[in-house]
């Protein structure tokens, strides 16, 4: 696996530190981890994908996440690239399947490094589409769990309002697998009857027709595993959730991160987190209270909408991977459902046109991940494969 992994990172560029700790026995014996770089591992330093962090000293001890990894026998090889402070600037890593591409931001490397093969599963983040994004770009499984469900302690902040860990792994069991170690707690009843709808929220994005063929497609399978399944536009006014959702994130990065802009580390930082930052600085308590509330009332108007309904079925963005142009991808089809906080996950669903792999998104209230995952599971033995991708000769 080290051989596999330092040849594709000559070209994808998805780690920043590795790590030669050794395994232990225990039920995720065998299985190697990636961690993303904003998440403490002992003996490592967190240098959040910044240079304002170059001379962040080894972090003295694991993230929470990472030590229940570790107690159940999982071995971490290293730290995954992220965008800076898991904001939206793109680093220099790849996407595995087209090196022209990006692998979506934030936790890029870990997103990159599952989709080609080289890692079974790997810890990142979401505070707006920052997980769900490049595992979908990539062509793995991206998991994020209920907001609150996994500890937070040993993670460097953006948005504690949404910042929730997360994993991507090469299939569902993993997943799930990985969550039962990181929160042991985790209910294991399996679910009952549930009912489902399928539909994508209301907005200018235009969606590729060979990315709709995959949520029909997807839709067809769901219908074979539930009576209980209907079509129907997702009720939220997209634009206004993104516009109060920026807002209150960049005011809790500046209350986390002010001290960047005052002593002298300014001008290391990258152009959209340093605007992010200023951005923050010039929101009111007004206007924090405010948009607060707009998204504390759409969080309670969707689920209230959704009453009676177990799963949504959509598509996490529109099309794939774009290509290496400043951007970290597509997020605001993503921005609600993180507000909303209830359990995601991506499943690779073939490919595109341009041979990009796509991806289909099932979702579900606060709460409910067992059955996300039980379902999803289920609708992945379904699936069209995505290949894994070819390294380069070069």
């Not at 997943?175 to 929160?183: G, I, K, P, V």
């Not at 039980?374 to 894994?388: F, G, Q, T």
Request: net charge neutral; glycine share 10%.
């Amino acid at each position: 696996m080290t051989g596999s992994l330092q040849a594709w990172d000559r070209h994808i560029y998805a780690f920043v530190a590795l790590s030669e700790t050794p395994a232990m026995a225990g039920p995720l014996a065998g299985l190697t981890v990636g961690v993303k770089d904003i998440i403490d591992v002992a003996g490592l330093p967190t240098r959040n994908g910044s240079a304002a962090c170059e001379t962040a000293p080894p972090a003295d001890r694991d993230a929470v996440i990472v030590q229940r990894l570790r107690a159940a026998g999982a071995r971490i090889v290293g730290k995954t690239t992220t965008t800076e402070f898991a904001f939206t600037d793109p680093m220099p890593c790849r996407n595995p399947h087209d090196l022209t591409r990006s692998p979506g931001g934030s936790s890029s490397g870990s997103g990159a490094a599952v989709g080609a093969g080289i890692l079974d599963i790997a810890l990142g983040t979401q505070t707006a589409g920052s997980l769900i994004r490049p595992a979908a770009y990539c062509g793995a499984v991206g998991f994020k769990p209920s907001a609150g469900l996994l500890p937070l302690n040993g993670v460097t902040p953006l948005a504690r309002s949404f910042d929730t860990v997360g994993i991507i792994a090469r299939d569902v069991p993993l997943a799930r697998r990985a969550l039962e170690a990181m929160s042991p707690s985790a209910p294991k009843a399996e679910p009952g009857e549930w009912a489902a709808i399928c539909g994508l929220w209301e907005t200018d994005a235009e969606v590729r027709s060979d990315w709709l063929q995959a949520m029909n497609e997807a839709r067809q399978a769901l219908a074979a595993l539930t009576p209980h399944l209907a079509s129907r536009d997702l009720p939220a006014d997209v634009d206004k959730v993104v516009a109060a959702h920026r807002t209150v994130m960049c005011a809790e990065a500046f209350a986390s991160h002010h001290a960047l802009l005052a002593d002298g580390k300014a001008h290391l930082l990258q152009p959209k987190f340093r605007a992010g930052l200023e951005a923050g600085r010039a929101v009111s308590d007004a206007a924090l209270s405010e948009a607060r509330k707009v998204l504390a009332d759409a969080r309670t108007a969707f689920w209230g909408a959704m009453t009676g309904t177990d799963l949504i079925l959509t598509l996490p963005v529109p099309e794939g991977a774009p290509l290496l142009d400043g951007t970290t991808g597509f997020q605001d089809w993503l921005t609600p459902w993180t507000v909303f906080g209830g359990p995601l996950i991506c499943l690779p669903w073939g490919v595109d046109g341009l041979f990009r792999p796509r991806s289909v998104m099932l979702a579900a209230p606060p709460g409910e991940d067992l059955l996300l995952l039980s379902v999803a599971a289920r609708l992945e033995r379904r699936a069209p494969k995505i290949p894994l991708p070819h390294l380069p000769k070069s």
